[in-house]
Structures are given as C-alpha cells and as structure tokens.
C-alpha cells in the first residue's frame, strides 16, 4: 500500500504541475500578447522553454528551501497527509481557472497541507511541527507584503519610464517597448519556474525519499517530472485567466507592460535567491499591472473585479486548507495499511 500511495502522490503532483503551468502561463504571456508584442503561440513556446529552464534550475535553491518545508511523517500517514494536500490544490486550482481568476499556487498546496495536517490531528495523530510557521512565512506575509510592493514598485517606475520616453515619438517608444517586452516574458517565466518548480520538486521527495531526504542531492527524474509538468501545461496555456489579467482587469499598453514585466521578473529573483521567499508569480505580476495601470490620468482598474480578485486571494489558503482536512479525513484509512 506504501508503495501504491507514494505513486498516486508522484501522479497526483505531477498533475498539480500541469495545473500550475497551464493556469500561470498568463502570467508570463498575457501582457505580451495583450501588446502585440509576441503571438500567442510564440509567446507560450517561449514561456514554456524557460519556465523548465528555471524549474531545472531551481534544484540548487533546494538545500535551503527543503529545510522549510513542512515536514511530513514517513509512511503512509505521510503520504495521505500529501496526497490530500495536493489534491486539495489541484481541485481549487482547477475551480479558479473555470472562474477566470489567477491566484496563487503555492498558497493554495501550503494550505491543502496544512488543512491535511489537522485531519491528521483530528484522527488520533499527533500535530504536525511548524504548521503555523509555514502558513506565516509561506502564505500570509507574502501575500500582504509581496502585492503591496509590487503595486508600489510599478507605480511608481511607470512615471519614471513616461518621464525617460518623453522627446520620443509613441510609436518609437512603443515599439521598442514591444520588443523588450520579448525577454521580458522569457525572464517572468524563468522566474515563475524558479519560485514554483521549488515546491513541486520538494512534494515529489518527501513522497519518495521522505523527509530525511538529502535536499543537495535531489535525483535528476524528479527534476525532469516537475520541469516537463510545468512546460507541459505552459504550453497547454490557460487562455480563460490570460485575459482576465490583459484584457478585463485593467487598460494597458507596451510601455506599462514593459514596467509591469520589469517589476515582477525583479522581485521574482529577489525573493528566490535572496529572500528565499516563496513570492507568489500570480499576486506579483497582477498587482504590478494594477500599479502601472493605475497611474493613467483615466479610470482604468475595474474596481469590482479587483475586490473579487482579492477576495479569492485570501479565500485561496482558506479553502484548500478545509478541502485538505475533508480529503485527509476521507483518506485517512489508507494510512493504517
């Protein structure tokens, strides 16, 4: 039965991958294309090769981000605590993308786990160590910290490129934008591959290796199952959120692109290698569209879809973390065998 749970968790993750590159692809492609500075199908290819290149990449930020993660027991208990918590992710994951709204992957695995964690509590085991940890410093200080400086950031570089670009003609400007916004979607998707490539990764070895695993020497097949789960769904592209983030959320040209690209692909990489912060892609590069699109001297945030927005932003850890309990609960007995 160890075995059989440890290959669902194995599947089910990988699914989960493809869910998180299907449903974040827009975060990479959508101001890109929105510009017309790239087609839609060259934009999501080259999103794709460089959201594995950073998956890949991301292997060498495991030796500390193992040690962070919540750990979870050997054996079965541990892996229904996983496969709950997953599942519990996939399912909210997919529930969003049919609504049309981006929101954070990471937060919605953190909460399935730790949802799954408490099911474990409820049925006899003893708690899980550094539950409230995890949720504070991977879910809600990100989550108020990381749009707020966003939102800033953009803001605020949109007057200064406006001022930079003032003595040149629109469509000079723009059009050099445009072309910067190219590698402005090369490194978001990198950076997205780098944040989130962590976690599937770390999932897959405490499925397999369990929590004792040695996090500087990951086996490469678990790299490949988790870069080739994110290209895959990159590539797949989950159009329905692309244009909730280019088209409905709020009015947008090359030039705010280009900031809002220049903002998230800078935090991204600030938070992976400095911070190593688990920055949500999603909440930085919405909010900083939101800054640049908000310093335009015209209404141009659609206020009620924001407040859904970030409705579903908060209500992300909250739902997967009952989804994770109500799963680990009904899974529970596949731990005793």
């Known amino acids: 039965m160890t075995i059989a749970l440890s ?6 993750t990988s ?3 493809f869910l998180n590159g299907f449903r ?7 101001l890109t294309v929105r510009t017309r500075a790239l087609t839609p199908s060259i934009a999501v290819v080259l999103a794709a090769f460089f959201n594995v290149i950073g998956a890949l ?3 060498w930020l495991l030796n500390y981000f193992g040690g962070s993660w919540l750990k979870t027991p050997d054996g079965g208990r541990g892996l229904v605590l996983l496969l709950a918590g997953v599942a519990a992710g996939s399912l909210w994951n997919v529930y969003l993308w049919w609504r049309g709204y981006p929101s954070s992957s990471t ?4 909460g399935g786990i730790a949802g799954a964690s408490i099911a474990a509590v409820l049925t006899g085991h003893s708690p899980q160590a550094g539950v409230a940890d995890v949720l504070w410093l991977q879910v809600w200080l990100p989550l108020i910290l990381s749009p707020l400086l966003a939102f800033g950031a953009a803001f605020f570089l949109t007057s200064l490129v406006t001022w930079l670009a003032r003595y040149r003609q629109p469509s000079e400007a723009h059009a050099a934008l445009r072309a910067s916004q190219s590698v402005g979607t090369a490194a978001v ?3 997205h591959g780098l944040q989130d490539g962590q976690r599937i990764i770390a999932v897959l070895v405490l499925a397999t290796l369990g929590s004792r695993a040695d996090w500087s020497a990951v086996p490469p097949w678990i790299v490949g199952v988790a870069a080739a789960a994110l290209g895959l769904g990159t590539l797949a592209g989950g159009w329905r959120i692309t244009y909730t983030l280019s088209h409905r959320l709020v009015r947008t040209d090359p030039l705010r692109g280009f900031v809002s690209q220049a903002v998230t692909t ?3 990489f600030f938070g992976a290698l400095w911070l190593h912060w688990p920055l949500s892609t999603t909440h930085t590069v919405a909010a900083s569209i939101l800054g640049a699109g908000s310093n335009q001297d015209f209404a141009a945030v659609k206020g009620n879809l924001l407040a859904r927005l970030v409705a579903f932003w908060i209500a992300t850890p909250l739902a997967t973390a009952l989804l994770g309990l109500i799963l680990g609960l009904a899974l529970d007995p596949l731990a005793r065998f």
């Open 7 to 12: 290959v669902a968790v194995v599947v089910v």
């Open 15 to 17: 699914v989960f991958g």
């Open 24 to 30: 974040d692809a827009s975060n990479a492609v959508g």
């Open 57 to 59: 990449t991301s292997a």
């Open 107 to 110: 937060h919605a695995l953190v």
């Open 189 to 191: 998707a990198f950076g």
């Open 266 to 268: 800078v935090m991204l």
